[in-house]
């Protein structure tokens, strides 16, 4: 059976706060209370969320940012254009916010330059389908090659290019907001019209909790994930090379030149692949490994040691320069650590400078790439009548 579909219903208690229609910024839900002062000026802020115009697409459709805010001075932007976090602000270990994702301060950007894929939602296949083409139920379907012969991150005009549907949810120790794409049946060669939901929600302990459902009217696959880059001591500081990552994984994916996975579950004993105990991301980027030469760093599914069910600890980054952790929790089987290999000074991020390789690092949680032509892999099929349903969480503290 698969294990996304094991529903994880009442977890996220939420109830709709409010509906919106506005043209500026306006508080839309926030619980009173006085702000948290810390020592180094972070005032605290309050539980809230407000929503801005964010410009429109090519076609005229409107795009909205939606600012997310927590007593505890973590900060989200998410807009509605490809469910992308656009920002996501989190103190230092001495209460300094920074922005910690890698992105752009504007719209044409992400829909003109956003190869890199930053911050978006990711679907309907997230990572690698081989040839783009997969075979379901004795039909085969074929699917827009976007990267070299493969189909990656659900073809060019995949959910990362959506204008999603917005709703504020939220609870009592929280504030989110549940994003709707209605993906018609063949859109990218995909079969089935898929209805889709991504809820965002902050709580107060400084966690971004993504959970994404999905239904469907005809058999097909579905692999969502969330395409953030991280760098812990802010975007656009430089390399992410000094931080210290654990990867709950014994084993991990390794794959062809094109970088669809040959099948073999490899263990990480002894290689460049072990992150099992904490290790910085360059100790060993530029060992000899073939799977290093193959990914030009780290672009590689690990194999998670996941607890039959629920959400189990996939990884942690821990930054010695601000002291801040993230730690990521989730009922995906699989884990695409990707060290930002292929940004190559060519794009200017949020705050104005050019991201250079490595300058974030993305872990996409997620089923394993190419899974509709892997039999042994567990399965990404979705089916009328069942639901996709998983949840992953970005934890943030500070460590000394
Ligand atoms: C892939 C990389 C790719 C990046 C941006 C990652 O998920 O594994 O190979 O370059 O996304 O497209």
């Known amino acids: 059976m698969n294990g996304i579909f094991a529903a994880r219903k009442g977890i996220l208690a939420t109830a709709l706060m409010t509906s919106i229609a506005l043209v500026t910024s306006v508080t839309l839900a926030g619980a009173a209370g006085s702000p948290a002062p810390n020592s180094n000026g972070c005032t605290g802020g309050q539980l809230g969320i407000t929503k801005r115009p964010f410009g429109a697409t090519p076609d005229g459709t409107a795009v909205d940012v939606y600012r997310l805010t927590n007593s505890h001075c973590m900060r989200v932007k998410i807009i509605t254009y490809g469910g992308i976090v656009q920002s996501l602000k989190i103190p230092d270990r001495d209460g300094r916010l920074r922005n910690v994702v890698l992105g752009f301060d504007n719209l044409q ?3 003109v330059n956003n190869s890199p894929y930053f911050g978006a939602i990711i679907g309907r296949y997230a990572n690698r ?6 075979t379901l139920d004795g039909v085969t379907y074929e699917l827009p090659k976007n990267n070299g012969p493969n189909t990656l991150h659900g073809g060019p005009m995949g959910f990362h290019t959506k204008v999603w549907r917005a709703r504020v ?3 009592q120790d929280s504030v989110g907001l549940k994003l709707r794409y209605t993906s018609p049946d063949g859109e990218e060669g995909f079969p089935g019209r898929l209805e889709t939901a991504v809820k965002y929600l902050l709580t107060e302990d400084n966690t971004l909790r993504i959970r994404y459902r999905a239904t469907t009217d005809e058999p097909t696959v579905v692999n969502l994930t969330n395409h ?3 760098n812990l001591s802010g975007e656009g500081s430089g390399a992410i090379y000094d931080h210290v990552l654990e990867l709950n994984a014994d084993a991990y994916t390794p794959v062809d030149p094109t970088l669809i996975p040959t099948g073999e579950i490899a263990p990480v004993a002894g290689t460049p692949f072990d992150f099992r105990s904490p290790t910085s991301i360059g100790a060993r980027i530029r060992s000899n490994h073939p799977q290093i030469a193959v990914g030009r760093g780290y672009d590689h599914n690990y194999v998670l040691n996941q607890p039959p069910s629920g959400l189990g600890h996939a990884a942690s980054v821990f930054d010695p320069h601000s002291g801040r952790v993230l ?5 995906e089987p699989g884990v695409q650590f990707y060290s930002g290999n292929f940004l190559d000074g060519t794009l200017i991020g949020t705050s104005g400078r050019f991201y250079r390789q490595s300058d974030g690092f993305a872990l996409e949680t997620q089923h394993y790439p190419d899974s509709p032509n892997q039999p042994s892999f567990p399965s990404t099929v979705l089916r009328p009548g069942e639901e996709y ?4 969480v970005f934890r943030f503290s500070v460590r000394g």
Request: proline share 0%.
């Open 389 to 392: 349903d998983t949840t992953t």
């Open 228 to 230: 953030s880059y991280f």
């Open 169 to 171: 949810v939220g609870g």
């Open 327 to 331: 730690e990521i929790l989730t009922t």
């Open 109 to 111: 950007d992400y829909v």
């Open 129 to 134: 389908i081989a040839d783009g083409q997969f």
